[in-house]
């Protein structure tokens, strides 16, 4: 079992930036993918951004490409999505993700509102 708790959340102004946190805890963190989701009202949910078990390997969607950041850090069971530049579209509730063993996206948080203001 993986707990997963998305902090960071909020209101902002178009142009500006915001820091996701997801803290995990139950597994071995360092061995299991991440990623980021984000569900905006009528619309599917959809990944923003992943990251590799080590770090050393991400993708992001192209609608966040070159503005988004994934990271992550093993010792402290966090993964971070640093978003610049931030846009309308952007709002939606985002969601962690944790993929254990190749097989999925099988443990989700319980998302974090994000509203970025025109």
């Known amino acids: 079992q993986v707990q997963l708790v998305e902090s960071g959340g909020g209101l902002v102004q178009a142009g500006g930036s915001l820091r996701l946190s997801c803290a995990a805890s139950?597994?071995?963190?360092?061995?299991?993918?991440m990623a980021w989701f984000r569900q905006a009202p009528g619309k599917e949910r959809a990944i923003v951004a992943a990251?590799?078990?080590?770090?050393?390997?991400?993708y992001y969607a192209d609608s966040v490409k070159a503005r988004f950041t994934i990271s992550r850090d093993n010792a402290k069971n966090t993964v971070y999505l640093q978003m610049n530049s931030l846009k309308p579209e952007d709002t939606a509730v985002y969601y962690c993700?944790?993929?254990?063993?190749?097989?999925?996206?099988?443990?989700w948080g319980q998302g974090t509102q994000v509203t970025v203001s025109s």
């Open positions: 993700a944790a993929d254990t063993n190749g097989a999925g996206w099988g443990y």
């Open positions: 139950g597994r071995t963190f360092s061995s299991t993918a």
């Open positions: 990251i590799n078990w080590g770090g050393g390997s991400s």
